[in-house]
């Protein structure tokens, strides 16, 4: 972990000597000298034990690892990494919590104000995103089945997004009796 740990440092580092467009300001001071400030950088991740008992990790923010692959699109095999790529736009961490009559989505998403956030719904699949000029999220959640899109509410609270669902009532049949011959 370490190791990785120091990787990502020194490809934070690579990134001063050439960071994306949207991620760099330049102005003057009032004495006259030019400053040149690059950010913000968010790299994180979550680590979680799931019910089969295996880690899982995720990470967030606007730094994405560059696979680098190698075979025909529909066969690709990850052969190594090639720097990391930065965005403007975060990911913001998000977890998918299915209780026993509801699906509820929760994304930190710090700094922004409620009516700059922008949701989508559609089919299986909710957008996140935000309209504020200086943070920007956006994340893609893939909704359970069970969760009902027509029941949907969502709240904004000190930087936590809540999206909730109702679960899908599934009408459970009696069954019918098998004679044995």
Known sequence: MQEEMERIFNQFNEVNYNPPKELVREYRTQDGNKVRE????????????????RPTIREFGNVKRNKLLQGNDSANTIVGEVGPRIRGEREPLADVNLAEKEVKVILEMPGVKKEDIKLSLSENTLEIYTSDAQ??????????PEADTETTKSTYTN???EITFS???????????????
């Open 167 to 181: 679960k899908k009532s599934i009408p459970r049949t009696k069954g019918r009796e098998i004679n044995i011959e």
């Open 38 to 53: 690059i950010g913000p950088i968010v790299f994180g991740y979550s680590m979680t034990i799931g019910p089969d008992g």
């Open 135 to 144: 943070r920007k999220y956006r994340k893609t959640i893939e909704i359970p």
């Open 159 to 161: 930087g936590i997004l």
